[in-house]
């Protein structure tokens, strides 16, 4: 089935053919702004919208009192309930909690109009304290009173009751690692439009992941009929994790739209994004390893410390994703990870590319080099002595996942062979500043074991072939994947197969795309699907033919698609099949990464040489396709590593609130890089398919911050802070670094 094929979607999506939420507005069209909090955290807080709603073309000034909206849950992700009182009101009503939470909502004739309005809003408070950092949150002052404590997730042990005894092995390392909180930056911010039709129905455009899931969020706090609501997913700009959340904005708009009777939009702005955004990562672990001289690892102690933020909601799912994956890649006798989840007055979190995966990865990774150079070894002989075999597979970590196939020693050896370690040690000796880094990261791929996905296909009278999938389009390339599989099924050209998707009308069903799992179970959906629909036209042309299927000469007999489809059709048949596929279980892709770096000791300038990256994602189902989503996801873990983090001052205020502030990596800092691939087939699904779109993200920032620390070890440099390097400050690294290297505080 692999195989590549020009993508149907670039040339729409290159050639200004798109359609994107921002570009739908129907006549009448109202726009919505937010007024929104500039301090971390009050209590006692009254709004006054009397100035905004005296500016012409203003329709409406609302607050929460005037909405009364149902409060956003409080969980732990899929669903979990996370402490009752810590839930989420759509508008501020007596609290605030952040910097950017919305205190109203200006509706006017011009989004201009609306922004300028929001900005008459005043609010009344009494200043409360703020908990700046997740350190503070344990034993501060509670964001929810009646929840007694900032603790989400009191500390819990995995496995019950395990307490390693690290202290009987002669070598014994530990390291405390913070991956920063990052903004997830899409090329298209949020946009949402919500808009009653004449038919008494409303129409919800939004750049989403999750159609499905909106519609019922939307109809539950805004008190809506589900046969009323139709939810459209666009072409999408970008969504990494941000656009499968439950904005309190989301809400508001929709009843706006219903309670004005016209069609409401709402732009989000590139500030909004960063301030009042979902933010990604904002972990704090601690790893300690032990073991013996001669590199074997027997037993690791990590502990969690998770922030989400705010509010409780998708994020606080991301440190239990974490900890599943913390044990790595490695066979460890014995292991223990103890993880807490605490809110602070910052933004709240959200699942953003890799998902609690990178932040494993980066913990284990560093840790197992800290080991190697302990006991004086190489890193690599450390790992290939330590990782879990082809020969143990299945294996069950003590987390709990269950590593369903593959060679990781291959995938290191391979990265390493591509890597060039020969022309590293040649540089090195030359007297250049670099050094070589590598990670083997797992990856856990398609979310919920028991989550399903929809897919149908329908083969019409023509000939013509319709594909249907729960699973939306947010720039994969599904509409050409998709078309691909079913048309591979079928034995039909893809031309001949149109792919339906993101619109809760004309699907019935579907999870989303996220947690890499659209291939897993929308592909497997679509192509299990299309392989009953060739049976039912097997069977339907052996009886044209009057022959058993089983005598059939070649694939229908000498008969075309269309002429069995309208013979079926002619005597009131139907060619279609549908499915709500669920894999089961998990499927765990793996791979290696090796950075090579150089550094100059003057301006502490971090340039990467090399970016080597070896993926196992089963059966590649488009090489092209996959090799894009690996080189953007490398693009982001670079970005982790060397350019991007959110960063708050001590009274809980964004200081990276838009791109001049927030540095984001630009085309001539993309690295030349070099990847192999390994194929281990999954086995939980029919297309043998692993999640592929976030594999770089997780392997890239531990190699190349083990390779910076390997050119700068020689100097006595044992530690160092994601981001790396910050260009145009002059302050390379938060940590001591060579005399002659540059370094500032922020």
């Not at 073309?57 to 609302?62: K, R, T």
């Not at 009173?145 to 995995?158: D, R």
């Not at 013996?292 to 998770?306: K, M, Q, V």
Request: aromatic content about 6%; overall charge negative.
């Amino acid at each position: 089935m692999t195989g590549h094929e020009p993508r149907r979607e670039d040339a729409r999506l290159l050639n200004g053919g798109a359609r994107y939420t921002g570009d739908i507005r129907p006549d009448g069209c109202l726009h919505a702004a937010f007024a929104r909090s500039r301090v971390a955290s009050a209590t006692a807080v009254s709004v006054d919208v009397a100035a905004a709603r005296g500016l012409p073309g203003v329709v409406a000034v609302l607050t929460a009192a005037d909405l009364d909206l149902k409060d956003i849950p409080a969980t732990l992700g899929h669903g979990r309930p996370a402490p009752p009182a810590m839930t989420r009101p759509p508008l501020v009503r007596d609290r605030i909690r952040y910097v950017g939470e919305p205190l109203a909502v200006v509706v006017a004739t011009d989004p201009y109009l609306a922004a300028d309005a929001a900005a008459l809003v005043t609010a009344a408070y009494e200043p409360a304290p703020v908990v700046a950092t997740p350190a503070a949150a344990e034993g501060g002052p509670p964001l929810f009173p009646e929840a007694g404590s900032n603790l989400v997730l009191p500390a819990v042990t995995i496995p019950e009751g395990a307490d390693p005894d690290l202290d009987r092995w002669p070598v014994r390392v530990a390291v405390e690692l913070v991956s920063p909180r990052l903004a997830p930056t899409p090329m298209e911010p949020i946009s949402f439009l919500a808009a009653p039709g004449p038919d008494g129905r409303l129409t919800i455009y939004c750049g989403h992941q999750a159609p499905h899931r909106l519609k019922r969020q939307m109809c539950d706090l805004v008190g809506l009929d589900p046969a009323a609501v139709r939810v459209v997913v666009p072409d999408v700009g970008g969504a990494f994790g941000m656009k499968a959340q439950l904005y309190p904005e989301y809400p508001v708009v929709t009843a706006c739209a219903v309670r004005l009777g016209r069609p409401v939009a709402w732009d989000q702005t590139r500030t909004e994004q960063f301030e009042s955004g979902t933010h990604g990562r904002g972990a704090y672990e601690r790893v300690e390893l032990a073991g013996t001289a001669d590199g074997r690892i027997r037993a690791a102690r990590i502990e969690i410390l998770g922030d989400v933020g705010a509010y409780p909601h998708n994020g606080s799912a991301v440190p239990l994703f974490m900890r599943l994956m913390a044990q790595g890649a490695y066979d460890i006798d014995e292991v223990a990870v103890t993880t807490r989840i605490v809110v602070t007055n910052r933004a709240p979190t959200a699942p953003y590319r890799g998902a609690g995966r990178p932040e494993a990865a980066y913990g284990m990774e560093r840790a197992v080099d800290a080991y190697a150079h302990a006991a004086g070894l190489d890193p690599a002989q450390v790992r290939l002595l330590n990782l879990v075999r082809p020969d143990q597979m299945p294996f069950r970590t003590h987390t709990g996942a269950l590593y369903d196939g593959g060679d990781y020693a291959a995938a290191l050896r391979m990265a390493l062979d591509l890597a060039g370690t020969g022309e590293v040690e040649a540089w090195k000796a030359a007297g250049e500043t670099v050094g070589l880094g590598m990670c083997v990261y797992v990856e856990r791929s398609n979310g919920d074991p028991a989550g399903t996905e929809y897919g149908s296909v329908t083969v019409h009278p023509d000939g013509t072939v319709v594909a249907r999938s729960g699973s939306s389009a947010l720039g994969q390339g599904h509409e050409s994947v998709w078309s691909r599989v079913v048309g591979d099924a079928l034995r039909v050209p893809p031309s001949t197969v149109r792919v339906v998707q993101g619109d809760t009308d004309a699907v019935p069903a579907g999870t989303g795309s996220f947690a890499s799992r659209s291939a897993t179970v929308g592909g497997s959906a679509l192509h299990n699907c299309a392989t009953a629909v060739r049976e039912q036209l097997r069977d339907a042309a052996a009886k044209l033919l009057g022959v058993p299927p089983g005598e059939l000469a070649g694939e229908l007999g000498g008969l075309s698609v269309a002429e069995v489809a309208a013979a079926v059709y002619a005597e009131g048949g139907r060619l279609f099949a549908e499915q709500e596929f669920a894999s089961g279980a998990q499927n765990f892709p793996y791979g290696a990464c090796v950075a090579v770096v150089a550094v100059d000791l003057d301006t502490g300038l971090v340039t990467l040489r090399r970016l080597v990256a070896v993926d196992d994602c089963g059966v590649v189902l488009d090489p092209l396709v996959v090799e894009g989503q690996l080189e953007g996801s490398l693009l982001q873990g670079v970005a982790q590593a060397l350019f991007e983090e959110v960063v708050y001052d001590g009274e809980g205020r964004p200081l990276t609130t838009d791109l001049a502030t927030y540095t984001l990596p630009t085309a001539p800092d993309a690295p030349g890089y070099v990847t192999g691939r390994l194929v281990t087939p999954a086995p939980s699904n029919p297309l043998g398919v692993k999640g592929a779109g976030e594999a770089g993200c997780i392997g890239a920032p531990p190699a190349i911050v083990n390779a910076v620390l390997d050119a700068l070890r020689r100097y006595g440099v044992t530690d160092l802070r994601m981001p790396l390097t910050r260009p145009g400050c002059g302050r390379p690294f938060r940590a001591p670094v060579p005399p002659r290297c540059r370094r500032c505080s922020r």
